[in-house]
């Protein structure tokens, strides 16, 4: 028997720097030749990683770059030579699940030809598609072989459209797991009055978003909870970031709420003080779409508030259990907003067993160790792990 290791392509769009530690790790298996394949274009403005850096330079033989054609903002083809790599002989190839990429098909069709494993990785279904839409996504996915998805629901809706549950793959999503894992140890030590100086009582309980100020994130709807709250409950408001909406929310949080308990901090690309800024905070609340948000405030203890329509929301929403390490309002209803954020403040003074249920939910499956292990179980041909 051959002790050689599957080989298994990998392409995506292209290589955003949040994903570094777990690529890291799949460039590193001990149980699968994994290459990468993606494009340095972009105008998403997503830092990429840099594959120069020492630790990365021994796989430099497994990066490749490809051409990446967009029309508008959509990827709609990527030039890779599937018929030199055939050659070659690959187990699986790992693309994009999206069917509006049209060199997916063509990958795909030559790799069934060939015996080679087609696996999509991406949201899969959203639940909502219709017409020919619902058609091309569907059948793009029926003739894929197996299916990477990030979170359950994303499962439990492929399930629904005939795909076989056996061959859907949950792999979560992860950030600098390693890193935020040791500054968890420096959180007990913190000095909130001193991180939160801009408040003048810091002692409040100190809700935060941090991300773009964009009009997706709708956050005038946490302006206008937050006034409603300060009729009774006195509270700190903290907004971190810049963006298109940031004049706009200034001015309606100058003509709403108390002087002296809000801030806005504005764009800050120190990691570090990002970092103190959500761990001495109360609870993160992202009255619109949530995403890799929630897994960063969780990672540091932190709670997360956001609404509750799955079919509208990022999958990393699913990371949020309801009134264990955060809670869930109804879409766009100001008056759920401001009673989950009272609920939440009212009812959770444990701040270290908060700490502790928002650790969990990352130790146990947000972290490249377990999307490692999903990718392997994949590659061994096992049936997915949950």
Not at 247 to 253: C, G, N, T
């Amino acid at each position: 028997m051959s002790n050689k290791k599957p080989l298994v392509l990998f392409l995506n769009n292209i290589a955003p720097l949040y994903r570094k530690n777990v690529w890291t790790k799949y460039l590193e298996s001990e149980k699968m030749d994994l290459n990468f394949f993606f494009g340095k274009e972009s105008s998403s403005g997503i830092k990429t990683i840099n594959f120069n850096e020492q630790k990365l330079r021994p796989h430099a033989h497994k990066i490749n770059i490809l051409k990446n054609v967009y029309i508008k903002q959509y990827l709609v083809w990527q030039n890779f030579n599937i018929f030199n790599w055939i050659k070659k002989k690959p187990q699986t190839i790992i693309l994009l699940g999206e069917f509006n990429i049209l060199s997916n098909w063509l990958i795909t069709l030559f790799a069934r030809i060939n015996n080679i494993e087609i696996v999509s990785k991406g949201h899969g279904m959203y639940g909502n598609e219709k017409g020919i839409k619902l058609l091309a996504r569907k059948s793009f996915l029926k003739i894929c072989n197996k299916h990477l998805v990030y979170e359950k629901h994303g499962k439990s809706i492929l399930s629904k459209n005939g795909i076989d549950p056996d061959s859907i793959h949950i792999l979560f999503n992860s950030l600098d797991y390693e890193k935020q894992k040791k500054y968890r140890e420096l959180i007990p030590s913190m000095n909130k009055s001193e991180i939160l100086h801009f408040f003048v009582k810091s002692e409040l309980p100190t809700l935060i978003f941090i991300g773009r100020l964009t009009k997706v994130k709708k956050l005038e709807l946490l302006i206008e909870a937050i006034a409603l709250i300060q009729k009774d409950t006195p509270v700190n408001l903290l907004i971190v970031g810049n963006g298109s909406e940031m004049d706009s929310l200034e001015k309606l949080a100058s003509e709403n709420l108390n002087d002296d308990c809000y801030h806005f901090y504005g764009e800050n690309y120190d990691e570090a003080v990002n970092n103190n800024l959500i761990a001495v905070s109360d609870l993160c609340v992202s009255p619109g779409n949530v995403g890799l948000t929630a897994i960063h405030s969780l990672s540091y203890g932190t709670p997360v508030c956001t609404h509750s329509n799955l079919m509208e929301q990022m999958p990393e929403a699913e990371a949020i259990t309801h009134k264990v390490n955060g809670i869930l309002f109804e879409q766009d209803n100001v008056e759920s907003l401001k009673n989950s954020i009272m609920w939440w403040i009212s009812n959770t003074k444990d701040r270290k067993k908060v700490r502790e249920n928002c650790y969990k939910v990352i130790d146990t499956y947000y972290n490249p160790n377990y999307q490692k292990k999903v990718i392997e179980n994949l590659i061994d041909g096992n049936k997915p792990l949950i």
